[in-house]
């Protein structure tokens, strides 16, 4: 009897072992995969969440993308009650960028005032925040912000803004002044 026990006792533990590692290895990066940029993690596209053209929902963590700022879209719950000029051109564009990607990784650094992590985006080894602003879709933030540790990315957003059309929106950052009701 406690042979049968002990042995049931071990298939449990096994069974849970093995769900354990399932679960672990799930999250991480898959086999064979390289990293386009040091530090950098796989996305799965599935598990993303958009927001607008700077932020998105990665696997429960919002994360707002550095480099940037998007026109706003309408986010009643702060007191964005109308889309700024662009703003669903941008948040439809970033989909586009990530969605259409082979390959989709971040890097993190930190968390911003609202509680976001910081990060950048690439999409097939490409900075996400360079192909917005060569879209005319982003304002470069590197100027405010600084480097965020990251100074060789900065400067690929600084060159990309620098040769970037300038953007057909206010600053959204001028924007949310004149028109976010708190």
């Known amino acids: 009897m406690k042979r049968i026990r002990r042995i049931r006792n071990l298939a449990a533990l096994v069974a849970l072992l093995g769900a354990a590692v399932y679960v672990t290895c799930a999250d991480e990066d898959p086999p064979g995969y390289k990293p386009s940029y040091r530090g950098a993690h796989y996305v799965r596209t599935e598990r993303v969440r958009f927001d607008d053209g700077d932020t998105f929902t990665y696997e429960n963590t919002e994360i707002r993308i550095l480099g940037i700022d998007c026109p706003e879209i309408r986010h009643p719950d702060v007191g964005m009650h109308e889309d700024q000029p662009y703003g669903r051109a941008a948040a439809e564009s970033t989909y586009a960028l990530v969605m259409r990607a082979g390959t ?6 930190g968390d911003d005032y ?3 992590k910081l990060g950048h ?5 490409e900075l996400l925040s360079v192909r917005l602003l060569e879209r005319g879709l982003a304002y470069e933030t590197v100027t405010h912000y600084g ?4 100074p060789d990315l900065a400067q690929r957003i600084l060159d990309a803004s620098l040769k970037a059309p300038k953007p057909l929106f206010e600053k959204p950052s001028q924007w949310r002044r004149k028109h976010q009701k708190k």
Do not use: K
């Not at 985006?121 to 080894?125: A, E, H, L, S, W």
């Open 147 to 150: 480097d965020n540790g990251f």
């Open 114 to 116: 609202y509680g976001r």
């Open 121 to 125: 985006i690439f999409v097939d080894g």
């Open 104 to 109: 989709v990784e971040y890097v993190l650094d």
